[in-house]
């Protein structure tokens, strides 16, 4: 690594890369959270690549919903793969160094990923709105071009809100000490070092969190405010819960994504130690990837089916060789 030498200790100009400080205090038990984040990495590889494979190869599957559900597995299939495997690396090394580039290309991916996946929530709160509160014409206004049109903005959103973002806050000198004290490139810990004033940066960090973090938010609140509503006026106890059940695996993705979110939050404004804010933050990026296609697969019948039929004529295979 290198740095130019303006001026020593704090006003050192860092232009060579970082040291993520990690869960270096874990010592030797960084080997047992190694294996344990291996596999739940491995976990949530196999089951949102399930999910993607199970619904390309059947043709029942190709609906808005699960079109949708193939955008969030790949988006979670990034989110965790931007963060985790350096991890891995990192736990078994005595030097956890990062380059200045591959510090800026996590971040990119990780912000994308993460804003990306608040937008496509909401295009997917609109598809069970949709489906739930106009059933009759479900199929004219979520048409495969709608879908693309909605999935297309979600990404737009993503990709340039976090490309300007990001590439403002490495355009910035970035001075002090070249430690991290985190386990990845997360935009408030790199912001924090930059010799100069970042309140610009900092309000444009809140505009985004209003406008395409919490607006998406909302806009989910209100849908199941209409499809709860409307649920409620069906006359069959037996309709109420077939229709509760075609949205109740997407309100359950919703409450994890934004509950993790929030409690990492407010755990970093209440947390006295950053060991503490380190793991909850950890909890963040793991829980939600590796969950999310289990729920979509224990709690969805077509997708149940679809396995079941898959697996049989796999056990069929196998028995006529």
Avoid at 119 to 135: E, F, G, N, Q, S
Avoid at 189 to 195: G, H, S
Avoid at 278 to 299: D, E, F, G, H
Wanted: aromatic share 10%.
């Amino acid at each position: 690594m290198t740095y130019s030498e303006s001026d020593p200790g704090e006003n050192q100009t860092i232009s060579g890369g970082f040291i993520l400080v990690g869960f270096s205090y874990l010592g030797e038990q960084q080997i047992l959270l190694f294996l344990m984040l291996l596999v739940i990495y491995l976990a949530t590889l196999l089951g949102n690549l399930l999910v993607i494979i199970l619904v390309k190869l059947n043709l029942s599957l190709h609906i808005p919903m699960f079109f949708f559900l193939v955008n969030l597995s790949f988006l979670e299939i990034c989110f965790t793969t931007s963060v985790v495997p350096q991890l891995l690396v990192h736990l078994l090394v005595e030097e956890k160094s990062i380059s200045l580039v591959g510090c800026a290309a996590q971040m990119y991916v990780f912000s994308i990923m993460g804003l990306t996946e608040c937008c496509l929530l909401a295009a997917m709160a609109y598809d069970r709105y949709v489906a739930i509160c106009h059933p009759l014409h479900y199929m004219t206004i979520m048409s495969g071009r709608v879908c693309a049109q909605l999935a297309g903005a979600s990404w737009f959103i993503g990709i340039s809100m976090e490309v300007a973002q990001i590439t403002w806050i490495f355009s910035l000198p970035l001075c002090g000490s070249h430690q991290i004290h985190h386990f990845f490139c997360d935009i408030l810990p790199v912001r924090n070092i930059a010799c100069t004033d970042t309140s610009k940066i900092h309000i444009l960090g809140l505009s985004i969190i209003v406008l395409f973090i919490m607006s998406p938010f909302f806009m989910i609140i209100l849908s199941y405010v209409y499809i709860i509503s409307t649920i409620l006026k069906l006359p069959s106890v037996e309709g109420r819960r077939k229709a509760f059940s075609t949205c109740s695996s997407h309100l359950m993705v919703v409450s994890l994504f934004y509950g993790t979110a929030l409690f990492t939050y407010l755990w970093r404004n209440f947390s006295s130690t950053l060991e503490n804010d380190q793991i909850v933050s950890l909890m963040n990026i793991i829980v939600a990837p590796v969950l999310n296609p289990i729920i979509y697969t224990l709690r969805n019948k077509e997708v149940k089916g679809v396995l079941r039929k898959t697996l049989e004529k796999r056990k069929s295979r196998l028995r006529t060789i």
